[in-house]
């Protein structure tokens, strides 16, 4: 923790390199690049440039204090807990609640250690930390120090009164002020002092005294205090001496830790690294690789490793491409390992420590601004739109054949059975958790939080939230041929969903003079997410928009992500047009399903919520869908797209190779299953070299490799055995390559959508046969139908009963609400039972 600020000028020199093992330091207007914990001040004259500001953080820079009109300037551009404010006593009023909650820290310049002044700033800044420069000639007292501390402020001494010397009148010696606060109930007066490696992991307990500590921060090596033996400076026999890096108090400061490099055979008098025990995980590998770089014998694999770095550069690119592959804990930690095992071969040949490692990761920590994340060209799938391939690097031999794997389903245990039936783990509490701030945002500044998340996330800098009919002809202008593919389509899938609409009233008399109905009222408003941005998927907003036409919804919601010119598809917009969409919010991920769920100045409110999308989208819509204040459903929960093919002696090897393959691309976690129905292996060969050359074909065949390798040939011996296990693994899609296939339909219990025989491929489905595609995955079929026009209404009940009829029913009514102890519900029917015989 940091009681202890010291202001230097200049970084560098024997007074810096001592003042840095002993925390951060305050550097006055610093040039690149920064030493490692740094704060940085800027001083009332001193400008505020947003990308200097941004250069120090991203380059390791703690945290930034600045005067109050520079922090005016950037509140709200910098994260809070990186900025801290500089005022002096007679400015603390000047200070806005805006600029109190975007700081993390005050420094206060007084000409004194007042501490009523103190306690008042700290009250005010209820929720940051104080420090405290006393702007004198000379240093305050310990003692004076010492009470500072103790009301909880941080101490900022500039280096002109720090020594390293004995202190005197005009400078203090560094060892007395960091040992200020340090306070210990032995009776020798020592301080107990953990001792441990660079990333923290324990050698061993000791004892320090004020001397031993003033020297460890003078010179950088290890020195204790022996309780028999006084000053014991470590290794100065053994050899196994310590470089320290750094010297911390606890948090009630009566202990100390000393990180250090430790050198020779170990810190423990037994010649082992820890006085806990031998070392274990990563410091046991680091420290096992570094003896084998050292000593390991010719011809050994760890000394091959080292010595050609083609083949040390092969394992790792094939054991990432395992990770990648891996789908269980046991499977991924294991893959982790072998990774981690020969990515550290590599460091260790370079030179480069663990703590090099953590230290890098803590300057990334400390960057502000950020870069998009995506993967570089080589590495990155192709997107839906993209007509030719992305190069990419093969982590494995790309001229392997891309096959499946299989299965006897006969030859499998219960529990395996189990795993074949399993889909890849949704960590859907981990999404929910990172979509809530942005729902909550949005939820809270409306339509301001939706623009900016389109602008940051979408890349689109919009000044609307919406598009509202009627829709330009400019924005609708697509090539005649598609115009015609999309009305054709149209009129399929309005002509299935028409005849579903339930309009009839259900009227059944249950005993004489009492009759109950039920009657089916349209949803008022609904929102439909259409996957998008730079995809164009009019067919996801026909599969939506339709149904909810032909029900009756009154308000028609798209929401859909805008192409970086902030414009939609005309594909979209002339489907929107087709079916009267009320409003198209241009917008996409976990803002636009908060936008829908809550409403914002433009954004129209809706009851429920349709559509696929990512897992941020699918995260949000189960967070909405859970709070009572949006009172909003969705439609199904929704996973990665998912086919079963079944397929026995009549299959055609071609057709199911496509229809496997028109679902491996849309994704490497595709679930792609075959059930082979007493297939000969010639019969199965054909089928995996059809598979094998239809995808090297693809413009996504890096995607489909991958997806391919994860998928599943399950061979059966019958049919009853296939449909048993199809009804288990409930699929998105069905495909029944079978001879007679119509009639094994009847034996369908569980599926999203089922394609019959061998010219109904799923793609037919997906676009224009008239069914819907927005249907239940990762195994939901067993409780969830596909969208549907009845998914877009509700049905009322309602009940009339005479007074005949209440004479045969009231008395059962009273009998049973007695029963429960509800005894107004009892009178409700006795009152009027009472007026009858009246």
């Known amino acids: 923790m940091t009681r202890f600020l010291p202001l230097l000028d200049v970084p560098q020199g024997d007074l810096f390199d001592a003042l840095s093992r002993i925390g951060p330091v305050l550097l006055s207007n610093p040039s690149l690049p920064l030493p490692d914990n740094s704060y940085i001040l800027l001083d009332q004259n001193a400008s505020t440039d947003l990308d200097q500001i941004v250069a120090w953080l991203d380059h390791g820079a703690e945290k930034l204090v600045l005067p109050l009109a520079s922090a005016k300037e950037v509140i709200g551009l910098i994260p809070q807990e990186r900025l801290v404010l500089l005022l002096d006593a007679v400015s603390v009023s000047a200070v806005s609640d805006k600029v109190r909650n975007g700081v993390s820290g005050v420094l206060l310049k007084t000409p004194e250690i007042d501490l009523d002044l103190i306690s008042s700033v700290s009250q005010f800044f209820s929720k940051s930390a104080i420090y405290v420069l006393v702007d004198a000639s000379g240093p305050p ?19 002109s009164q720090l020594t390293l010397d004995v202190s005197s009148s005009t400078q203090l010696d560094i060892a007395d002020v960091f040992l200020a606060p340090i306070t210990t109930d032995r009776p020798d007066g020592l301080f107990p002092t953990i001792v441990s490696t660079e990333t923290g992991h324990s050698l061993g307990l000791v004892y320090s005294s004020a001397e031993s500590v003033r020297e460890s921060i003078i010179t950088g090596k290890g020195v204790y205090q022996s309780r028999k033996h006084g000053l014991w400076r470590k290794g100065e026999t053994s050899g196994s001496t310590q470089d320290v890096v750094s010297v911390r108090l606890d948090c009630d400061s009566d202990s100390l830790q000393f990180r250090v490099v ?29 003896s084998r770089f050292e000593n390991a014998p010719e011809g050994s694999y760890t000394k091959r490793l080292f010595n050609d770095p083609e083949l040390l550069r092969s394992k790792i690119m094939e054991e990432a491409d395992e ?107 981990e999404m929910i958790e990172k979509v809530k701030p942005i729902v909550s945002e949005v939820r809270v500044r409306g339509d301001a939080a939706l623009l900016e998340f389109t602008a940051k996330f979408d890349k689109a800098k919009l000044t609307s939230t919406c598009i509202f009919p009627p829709y330009s002809k400019e924005s609708m202008e697509i090539p005649s041929d598609v115009k015609e593919a999309v009305d054709q389509a149209y009129a399929n899938i ?111 409110k809706v009851d429920k919520i349709f559509g696929p999308g990512n897992q941020w989208v699918t995260a949000a819509k189960m967070l909405v869908q859970n709070d009572t204040d949006a009172l909003v459903s969705i439609d199904m929960p929704a996973g990665p797209s998912e086919v079963l093919v079944m397929a026995d002696h009549t299959a055609n090897p071609a057709f199911v190779a496509a229809d496997l393959l028109s679902q491996a691309e849309h994704g490497v976690d595709s679930q792609v299953v075959l059930v082979a129905v007493s297939l000969t292996p010639e019969h199965l060969e054909k089928i995996e070299i059809e598979v094998d050359e ?14 391919i390798a994860k998928s599943l040939i399950v061979q059966v011996t019958s049919i009853e055995e296939a449909l048993e296990f199809s009804n288990d693994y409930a699929p998105e899609h069905l495909i029944l390559h079978l001879q007679n296939a119509h009639d094994k339909v009847q034996f369908v219990d569980n599926a999203g959508s089922v394609f019959v025989g061998p010219f109904t491929p799923e793609s037919c489905g997906d676009y224009a046969s008239g069914t819907n595609h927005t249907l239940p995955t990762n195994g939901y079929a067993r409780q969830f139908s596909g969208v549907n026009t009845l998914s877009f209404q509700k049905h009322i009940t309602s009940q009339e009963i005479t007074s005949d009829g209440l004479k045969g029913l009231g008395p059962i009514v009273v009998t049973l609400a007695d029963c429960e102890g509800l005894q107004a519900h009892a009178n409700a029917v006795r009152i009027r039972l009472s007026s009858m015989k009246a």
């Not at 239809?694 to 997806?707: C, P, T, Y």
């Open 141 to 159: 007292s310990i003692y004076s120090i010492q009470s500072l501390l103790r009301s909880g402020a941080n101490l900022v001494l500039p280096s």
């Open 694 to 707: 239809q995808a090297r074909a693809l413009s996504r065949v890096d995607i489909v490799k991958q997806s």
């Open 323 to 429: 990770l990648c592959r891996a789908e269980t804990g046991d499977e991924i930690a294991f893959e982790a390992a072998d990774l981690i095992y020969f990515a550290l071969t590599k460091c260790t040949a370079y030179g480069v420590t663990v703590a090099d490692i953590e230290r890098s990761l803590d300057k990334k920590a400390k960057r502000v601004s950020r870069r998009p994340g995506n993967a570089k060209p080589q590495w990155s799938a192709p997107k839906a739109a993209e007509v030719k391939p992305t190069p990419a690097v093969a982590l494995v031999d790309s001229n392997a054949p891309i096959r499946m794997r299989t299965t006897t389903l006969s030859a499998t245990s219960e529990e395996e059975r189990a795993l074949l039936l399993r889909r890849p783990v949704l960590k859907s509490d």
């Open 262 to 290: 430790q050198h020779g055979s170990g810190f423990c008098h037994l010649e082992r690294q820890s006085c806990f025990g031998e070392a274990s995980g990563l410091p046991l590998l680091e420290k096992t690789l570094r």
């Open 494 to 604: 309005k002509k299935f969903h028409a005849a579903q609409i339930d309009g009839v009233t259900l009227k059944v008399e249950t005993m004489p003079g009492v009759v109950c109905s039920r009657f089916a009222r349209a949803i008022s408003r609904v929102g439909l997410y259409i996957p998008g941005g730079t995809a164009i998927l009019p067919s996801t907003a026909l599969m939506l928009g339709i149904p909810a036409q032909v029900a009756g919804c009154k308000e028609i919601v798209f929401a859909t992500p805008p192409r970086s010119d902030g414009s939609i598809s005309p594909e979209v917009m002339y489907v929107a047009h087709l079916v009267g969409a009320s409003a198209i919010l241009k917008a996409g991920g976990a803002q636009a399903v908060a936008a829908m769920a809550y409403g914002t100045e433009t954004v129209p």
